[in-house]
């Protein structure tokens, strides 16, 4: 029997063709690519690496030429470390499916190095404590927005609505290494010297308070500082996200 991965997020199914729509994310067959024999027999000996543009999994000893997903080199990927869990892969499968049914809203976090700006797509951004006002949000290690939140100590969320499908394909499919994401965008420059998108929501600023290691992230937790509202339109979720886009 074949098996068929989704890229978005990773469920595998059993069959001669992929499914229609996948059961957990609701993406379609085009989203699916067949696992390899050898991943299917000899899963943990094989390395893993993952594309740090779109979070693809390549299982192989060598990182792949071209990302099937979103199309850049081997350069973007990174060796995915053994996970020391005491779960086996099918296991952390399952229960990874059960947290599939947690909700997150999308966010753009900027910030900004040497005067340059950029940001990421994260669904990770939440509010941690109200007195004082205090949120988090976990940025993958590989990504450009990370450093920039690491060396100035500030980040700012642009907080989407569900009208942003464009924004999301631009700053969570690219990174600032190649492009420079906010040209042609309109924004305004918070007190912290991070960016906020005119065309979302609403813009709040944060100073970093901790920064925890995660392994594969950070997580940096910080204190609200400031902030501007846009629009009073719907906020975005992942759920609406993926069923639309
Ligand atoms: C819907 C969606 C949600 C994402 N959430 C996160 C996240 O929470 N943390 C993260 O590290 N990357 C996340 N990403 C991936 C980053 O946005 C992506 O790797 C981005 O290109 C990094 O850009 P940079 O290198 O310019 O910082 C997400 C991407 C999408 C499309």
Known sequence: MKKWRCTVCNYVHEGDTPPDKCPICGVGPDKFVLIEETEAVAPVKEKKWRCTVCNYIHVGDTPPDVCPVCGVGPEKFVLVEEVEDGLTDKEREALQ???FNVSYGLY???SVRDEKLNGMVSN???QV???PLKASVCLGKGTLTSEYVRESGVFGVSILGK???DLIKHFGYQSGRDVDKFKDLSYITGKTGCPGLLETLCFVECE???TI???THYMFIGKVVDGDGFSKDEPMTYAYYHATR
């Open 124 to 126: 990770t951004f939440i």
């Open 97 to 99: 499916t059960l947290l």
């Open 163 to 165: 009208d942003n499908h």
């Open 129 to 131: 404590t109200s007195t």
């Open 108 to 110: 753009i976090i900027s």
């Open 213 to 215: 290691d995660l392994g």
């Open 208 to 210: 970093v308070e901790q």
